[in-house]
Nanobody, 117 residues
Framework: QVQLVESGGGLVQPGGSLGLSCAAS????????MGWFRQAPGKQRDFVAS???????NYAASVKGRFTISRDNTKNTVYLQMKSLRPEDTAIYYC???????????WGQGTQVTVSS
């Protein structure tokens, strides 16, 4: 299992930008598929973006073109850069990781992102 710690959440105005980071420890980070999920109050946890071990990316339709996921294997960190933020992006954002074809086995504690004027 990989241990994950998110950072970078906060309050931002609509149309603004925010970056999240997720630091991993406890294993060989480069072997893991990494992803971001989010959960708004009263709703289920939804997929946001993922990045493979070869840095192939995948995005939810609602964030495509606005969010960018990236990884730095030398720093054991995955990032989520968010721009053109909307109130509906407000949620707790979770980092997750898993070995290829095994599912999302590890989760961070989450970081709150609030988009409001």
């Amino acid at each position: 299992q990989v241990q994950l710690v998110e950072s970078g959440g906060g309050l931002v105005q609509p149309g603004g930008s925010l970056g999240l980071s997720c630091a991993a420890s406890g294993t060989t980070f480069s072997r893991y598929v990494m992803g971001w999920f989010r959960q708004a109050p009263g709703k289920q946890r939804d997929f946001v973006a993922s990045i493979s071990t070869g840095s192939t990316t995948n995005y939810a339709a609602s964030v495509k073109g606005r969010f960018t996921i990236s990884r730095d294997n030398t720093k054991n960190t995955v990032y989520l850069q968010m721009k053109s933020l909307r109130p509906e992006d407000t949620a707790i954002y979770y980092c997750s990781g898993g070995l290829p074809n095994t599912g999302w086995g590890s989760w961070g504690q989450g970081t709150q992102v609030t988009v409001s004027s």
